[in-house]
């Protein structure tokens, strides 16, 4: 594992751990080199779980978001991975499903595929991750392509964990509902919660039926929802 990020960690009722990158560099990355690096719960189980239909894919376990800048994510196979080269069409289909052309780009070439994401200033409503599935393969790079890039990971001490997003425009409000039994909401930016101020990298959990949020920074905001 190579793993060259400083992050501002912060645990929730010991069920769900927020870690945030801070000062990122140009170059900086997060390299799974192994399929037995993959991201356990508190103990010590596996999270990954397969694609229903493309068994050569696998569920995210590591549940990153992108909250500001851009990233570029590649995947490399080799012989006697799971996923291969016969399996790049069905990735692509599973990434067409949820891609935002807007700010993504994709290339692809023998034994790997990389994808690159930009934040953009484009808002949208609540929604999955686009990048719920990957390859079972033996490497995963994610690597920093902008100065202060922030990357949000949510931990799972137990799985069974759902993630949303949204993005939301400055000067604009958007509602957030409850989901589940524990529900937390990340804050990408600086926001106002039913006029209370919320400052930018926190996270609040949500103990009423539903709240407004609205953006009062400069920039997107990205909202992350995470529920059990």
């Given at each position: 594992m190579?793993?060259?990020?400083d992050?501002t ?7 769900i ?5 801070r ?7 997060i390299?799974?080199?192994?399929r037995?690096?993959?991201t356990?719960?508190?103990a ?6 397969p ?6 894919l696998?569920?995210a376990?590591?549940n990153y978001?992108l909250?500001?800048?851009?990233i ?7 012989e006697?991975d799971?996923?291969?080269?016969a399996?790049?069409?069905d ?6 499903e ?14 790997w595929c990389?994808g690159?994401t930009?934040l953009?200033?484009?808002p949208?409503?609540w929604?999955?991750s686009?990048l719920?599935?990957?390859p079972?393969?033996y490497?995963?790079t ?5 100065t ?20 939301v425009?400055?000067g604009?409000t958007?509602t957030?509902?409850k989901?589940?039994?524990d ?5 990408g ?17 949500l ?12 920039k997107?905001?990205?909202?992350v929802?995470?529920?059990?």
């Open positions: 190579i793993f060259n990020m992050f960690v912060e645990n929730f009722e010991n069920k751990q927020i870690s945030v990158s000062a990122t560099k140009v170059g900086q990355m390299v799974r080199e192994s037995e690096e993959r356990k719960d508190g010590g189980n596996f999270l990954f779980s694609h229903p239909t493309y068994p050569s696998l569920r376990d590591n978001f909250i500001e800048g851009s570029r994510l590649r995947h490399d196979w080799k006697g799971n996923f291969s080269d399996n790049k069409d990735y692509r289909a599973v990434l067409d949820h891609l935002e052309y807007h700010n993504s780009t994709y290339s692809d070439g023998p034994g990389e690159t930009t953009g200033d484009t949208c409503d929604k999955q686009p719920m599935y990957e079972d393969c490497q995963t994610l690597e920093i392509l902008e202060n890039t922030r990357i949000l990971c949510p931990m799972q001490h137990e799985g069974g964990w759902s993630f949303e997003k949204a993005d425009a400055p604009t958007i957030a509902t989901e589940g039994t529900c937390f909401i990340f804050f930016q600086a926001c106002n919660v039913n006029g209370t101020a919320v400052s930018k990298n926190a996270t609040k959990k103990t009423s039926d539903s709240i407004n949020i609205e953006n009062v920074s400069t997107l905001c990205r909202l929802k995470i529920y059990k």
